[in-house]
């Protein structure tokens, strides 16, 4: 989880340039500034490391230094302003300060070329004094920056500002927007044996032709759409084109409806073995404490070990607490960076952990040796007769194994929150030139009770390959569960937010729930039986909520549990089920989430898959083909099939998102640098816009199109371990079917 940068990149989607520069001059005057009259806080306005500021009597006040060489080296500003070639714009605002200064009021580009619209020099005093410019923008972009620039000050001064306002632009704030064809379908490909059906925007109200094309252009199948009706989540009037009559494998098929032609796609045999295997690949290339090697990774994605100690890291082999919290240090190298951001965080470190694990034990009851075998993925351990997807678990197991507190400590058995930087690091910041300090965060029960659940479920499926790693994960997860009893109320702060996400929960039933249930598995101890008292819901489960997954661990090891429980768990699953599979079907584009007060939450997709995962446990329990139909048509969901006619997953689609929020994987700021890797799960549609770029370009967006590739959105298209955690179960379950 990442916040706030200082830079910002000019790439924007090319439809938008095309809005930007081709739109004449309007009358209408469209604010561009947040937060301009600072009535309580000052984001997302920043300023320079060296000029603290402070909102005070409700105006933006900065301490400006005395000694910088240049007027940039001191500034308060906001980026993220959108620009648009040929248009005017209006800066007026409000500014006084401590002793008479001048200072450079500027619009401009963040990055190279830095093009100026406005360059205007004040002279302020102590009196508040009100000015006004205007300028044209000779260049397009999502990423302009409004500055007030004051080094090269002889003696320090306070320099206050407000009623700050930027208007202008002929495209209205959200307007622009092109999602392309609306014909929408899963761009990578359908299952030959699988549904196959597209989403088509379109007004009418009785079906309209619809006709399947091959890669020579040849028609080789048609029909009628069926009307769907209008859909709630986009404020789309959809119909839906169901071809699953056809069979043949073969790449280039497009979908035509009148005059729109959808974006390509296959139909294979089976398509999904090779996202399986790259929405696991993410977890190598995130991997920190070691090497990312290009014989594995590839080229592009090679780097050297980030946070071992070695200059200039302080590294994660002796990591201190946060100062005032604990006397020791720890030995947390390894695991895997989080998210955008290069902490490590245990509660959802433990849930990415888990699923890995999880998918190892479906497939091994299921039968399928693809996804058990050794050899399946490009990583270092490829060939040591373990399967891949539990050397990768281990990855981050031992990691989460590090962060307990040593024996003959305060709270000995508990388990540190989080570890991550003092503060939040620049884009782009490659892990081995990270030079931030690194702290451990307090324990929390949360995170004692999520080591004891992997620690558990490792224990259990590490028995045959590695018995005394085994049984340090079991020693480890019960020291955890006693501590936690120990100390049932101990939570991690939601303002612990700087540096790192903050992780907080203060409702832990749901984590004793599930720990006990794998404990339970994997030791027969009836006494944890009576600490397994959560249910699935319609809610799903997520990092911060665990009960649902005590349900799935006692319906994927029936054996192991009192058949009255499995019993129980069972028509629980299967119910919830049902609902996901209603809210898909009750939806223009098949996902099977439906937030009951239509809002989108950040990793939405999240959700999707991990509502897939339910569905496909019910498969499993009953062997209904609508349960497999419904997680395949997740899939196209997650593919292209949505009201953004985006796929989310990077290299999978003709218009795959590429620019997620990544301080390493950053093409978009720095050429050099690549993309996320192939099958890395972008966050997808968060209706609560909490990032500048979402606040700025997509206000008044309907539910499911709050989202926007870009790498500065990291409300909406961040990645997560967690988020390609399920991408990759439920891509190893539409392959084995």
Same mark, same amino acid.
Request: proline share 6%; glycine share 8%.
């Given at each position: 989880?990442?916040?706030?940068?200082?830079?910002?990149?000019?790439?924007?989607?090319?439809?938008?340039?095309?809005?930007?520069?081709?739109?004449?001059?309007?009358?209408?005057?469209?604010? +561009?500034?947040?937060?301009?009259?600072?009535?309580?806080?000052?984001?997302?306005?920043?300023?320079?490391?060296?000029?603290?500021? +402070?909102?005070?009597? *409700?105006?933006?006040?900065?301490?400006?230094?005395?000694?910088?060489?240049?007027?940039?080296?001191?500034?308060?500003?906001?980026?993220?302003?959108?620009?648009?070639?040929?248009?005017?714009?209006?800066? +007026?605002?409000?500014?006084?300060?401590?002793?008479?200064?001048?200072?450079?009021?500027?619009?401009?580009?963040?990055?190279?070329?830095?093009?100026?619209?406005?360059?205007?020099?004040?002279?302020?005093?102590?009196?508040?004094?009100?000015?006004?410019?205007?300028?044209?923008?000779?260049?397009?972009?999502?990423?302009?920056?409004? #500055?007030?620039?004051?080094?090269?000050?002889?003696?320090?001064?306070?320099?206050?500002? $407000?009623?700050?306002?930027?208007?202008? *632009?002929?495209?209205?704030?959200?307007? %622009?927007?092109?999602?392309?064809?609306?014909?929408?379908?899963?761009? /990578?490909?359908?299952?030959?044996?699988?549904?196959?059906?597209?989403?088509?925007?379109?007004?009418?109200?009785?079906?309209?032709?619809?006709?399947?094309?091959?890669?020579?252009?040849?028609?080789?199948?048609?029909?009628?759409?069926?009307?769907? %009706?209008?859909?709630?989540?986009?404020?789309?009037?959809?119909?839906?084109?169901?071809? #699953?009559?056809?069979?043949?494998?073969?790449?280039?098929?497009?979908?035509?409806?009148?005059?729109?032609?959808?974006?390509?796609?296959?139909?294979?045999?089976?398509?999904?073995?090779?996202?399986?295997?790259?929405?696991?690949?993410?977890?190598?290339?995130?991997?920190?404490?070691?090497?990312? =090697?290009?014989?594995?990774? *590839?080229?592009?994605? !090679?780097?050297? !070990?980030?946070?071992?100690?070695?200059?200039?890291?302080?590294?994660?082999?002796?990591?201190?607490?946060?100062?005032?919290?604990?006397?020791?240090?720890?030995?947390?190298?390894?695991?895997?960076?989080?998210?955008?951001?290069?902490?490590?965080?245990?509660?959802?470190?433990?849930?990415?952990?888990?699923?890995?694990?999880?998918?190892?034990?479906?497939?091994?009851?299921?039968?399928?040796?693809?996804?058990?075998?050794?050899?399946?993925?490009?990583?270092?351990?490829?060939?040591?007769?373990?399967?891949?997807?539990?050397?990768?678990?281990?990855?981050?197991?031992?990691?989460?194994?590090?962060?307990?507190?040593?024996?003959?400590?305060?709270?000995?058995?508990?388990?540190?929150?989080?570890?991550?930087?003092?503060?939040?690091? !620049?884009?782009?910041?490659?892990?081995?030139?990270?030079?931030?300090?690194?702290?451990?965060?307090?324990?929390?029960?949360?995170?004692?009770?999520?080591?004891?659940?992997?620690?558990?479920?490792?224990?259990?499926?590490?028995?045959?390959?590695?018995?005394?790693?085994?049984?340090?994960?079991?020693?480890?997860?019960?020291?955890?569960?006693?501590?936690?009893?120990?100390?049932?109320?101990? /939570?991690?702060?939601?303002?612990? #937010?700087?540096?790192?996400?903050?992780?907080?929960?203060?409702?832990? $039933?749901?984590?004793?729930?599930?720990?006990?249930?794998?404990?339970?598995?994997?030791? @027969?101890?009836?006494?944890?039986? +009576?600490?397994?008292?959560?249910?699935?819901? #319609?809610?799903?489960?997520?990092?911060? $909520?665990?009960?649902?997954?005590?349900?799935?661990?006692?319906?994927?090891?029936?054996?192991?549990?009192?058949?009255?429980?499995?019993?129980?768990?069972?028509?629980?699953?299967?119910?919830?089920?049902?609902?996901?599979?209603?809210?898909?079907?009750?939806? %223009?584009?098949?996902?099977?989430?439906?937030?009951? $007060?239509?809002? /989108?939450?950040? @990793?939405?997709?999240?959700?999707?898959?991990?509502?897939?995962?339910?569905?496909?446990?019910?498969?499993?329990?009953?062997?209904?083909?609508?349960?497999?139909?419904?997680?395949? =048509?997740?899939?196209?969901?997650?593919?292209?099939?949505?009201?953004?006619?985006?796929?989310?997953?990077?290299?999978?689609?003709?218009?795959?998102?590429?620019?997620?929020?990544?301080?390493?994987?950053?093409?978009?700021?720095?050429?050099?640098?690549?993309?996320?890797?192939? @099958?890395?799960?972008?966050?997808?549609?968060?209706?609560?816009?909490?990032?500048?770029?979402?606040?700025?370009?997509?206000?008044?967006? !309907?539910?499911?199109?709050? /989202?926007?590739?870009?790498?500065?959105?990291?409300?909406?298209?961040?990645?997560?371990?967690?988020?390609?955690?399920?991408?990759?179960?439920?891509?190893?379950?539409?392959?084995?079917?």
């Amino acid at each position: 989880m990442s916040l706030r940068f200082r830079l910002a990149a000019v790439c924007l989607p090319p439809a938008l340039i095309v809005a930007m520069t081709a739109t004449p001059a309007h009358a209408a005057s469209y604010e +561009r500034v947040l937060n301009g009259t600072f009535d309580s806080v000052k984001t997302p306005w920043w300023s320079s490391g060296n000029t603290p500021s +402070r909102v005070e009597l *409700g105006r933006l006040c900065a301490d400006i230094p005395a000694g910088t060489a240049n007027v940039w080296d001191s500034m308060v500003a906001e980026n993220d302003i959108p620009l648009e070639a040929g248009q005017p714009y209006t800066l +007026r605002f409000t500014a006084s300060a401590s002793r008479s200064v001048s200072v450079h009021s500027v619009l401009q580009l963040a990055a190279a070329p830095y093009t100026t619209t406005l360059n205007k020099t004040v002279a302020l005093t102590a009196t508040p004094k009100s000015f006004e410019f205007t300028g044209t923008s000779t260049v397009a972009g999502l990423h302009g920056q409004l #500055s007030f620039q004051q080094g090269g000050a002889t003696e320090a001064f306070t320099l206050c500002i $407000d009623d700050v306002s930027l208007t202008g *632009g002929a495209v209205p704030p959200g307007g %622009g927007r092109d999602f392309g064809s609306p014909v929408r379908v899963n761009q /990578y490909g359908y299952p030959a044996s699988g549904p196959k059906k597209a989403s088509i925007v379109d007004a009418s109200t009785t079906p309209v032709p619809w006709r399947l094309l091959n890669a020579s252009g040849a028609a080789v199948a048609d029909g009628l759409t069926r009307v769907q %009706g209008q859909d709630a989540e986009s404020g789309d009037h959809v119909h839906i084109a169901d071809f #699953s009559r056809i069979r043949t494998v073969a790449a280039g098929y497009t979908l035509v409806v009148g005059d729109a032609a959808s974006a390509p796609f296959a139909i294979a045999d089976n398509p999904y073995r090779a996202l399986a295997k790259d929405a696991l690949g993410f977890f190598y290339a995130s991997r920190s404490g070691t090497p990312i =090697e290009a014989q594995y990774a *590839g080229a592009a994605y !090679a780097r050297p !070990a980030g946070h071992l100690g070695i200059a200039p890291n302080k590294g994660d082999t002796d990591v201190p607490c946060l100062p005032g919290t604990c006397d020791y240090s720890l030995d947390v190298r390894g695991g895997w960076y989080d998210a955008g951001d290069q902490g490590k965080y245990v509660v959802n470190g433990a849930l990415a952990d888990w699923q890995l694990m999880d998918s190892y034990e479906r497939s091994l009851h299921q039968g399928d040796r693809e996804e058990t075998r050794d050899g399946l993925l490009s990583i270092p351990e490829n060939s040591n007769s373990v399967p891949d997807v539990l050397d990768e678990s281990r990855w981050e197991t031992e990691f989460l194994l590090g962060m307990q507190v040593p024996a003959g400590k305060p709270l000995a058995g508990m388990v540190h929150h989080k570890i991550h930087d003092l503060a939040w690091t !620049a884009l782009p910041t490659r892990p081995d030139r990270d030079t931030q300090p690194r702290y451990l965060h307090p324990p929390s029960t949360a995170a004692t009770l999520n080591l004891a659940a992997a620690g558990a479920q490792c224990a259990r499926v590490w028995a045959r390959y590695d018995k005394a790693f085994a049984q340090r994960c079991l020693t480890a997860a019960r020291t955890a569960w006693q501590a936690a009893l120990a100390h049932p109320d101990i /939570y991690a702060p939601k303002s612990d #937010s700087v540096g790192g996400g903050a992780y907080d929960d203060t409702q832990v $039933d749901d984590e004793f729930s599930w720990a006990a249930a794998e404990l339970y598995a994997t030791t @027969g101890d009836r006494g944890y039986l +009576r600490h397994i008292d959560t249910q699935i819901t #319609s809610a799903g489960f997520s990092w911060r $909520d665990t009960g649902a997954l005590a349900d799935l661990t006692v319906v994927r090891l029936p054996h192991r549990f009192p058949a009255r429980m499995v019993a129980a768990a069972r028509k629980r699953v299967l119910a919830v089920a049902d609902g996901f599979v209603t809210d898909q079907h009750a939806q %223009g584009y098949p996902n099977p989430y439906l937030p009951a $007060d239509g809002a /989108y939450v950040w @990793g939405s997709n999240s959700a999707t898959a991990n509502n897939a995962l339910v569905i496909a446990t019910a498969y499993d329990l009953s062997h209904r083909g609508r349960y497999r139909d419904a997680v395949l =048509e997740s899939m196209d969901y997650l593919l292209g099939r949505n009201a953004l006619n985006q796929s989310f997953v990077t290299g999978y689609g003709t218009r795959a998102s590429h620019n997620q929020h990544h301080r390493i994987w950053a093409h978009q700021l720095d050429a050099t640098l690549p993309s996320p890797p192939a @099958g890395s799960l972008a966050g997808g549609p968060n209706s609560a816009l909490q990032d500048p770029v979402a606040q700025q370009n997509l206000p008044g967006c !309907a539910p499911a199109t709050c /989202y926007i590739d870009d790498i500065f959105s990291y409300s909406t298209n961040e990645v997560a371990i967690n988020w390609n955690s399920a991408l990759a179960w439920t891509a190893a379950f539409a392959a084995s079917r």
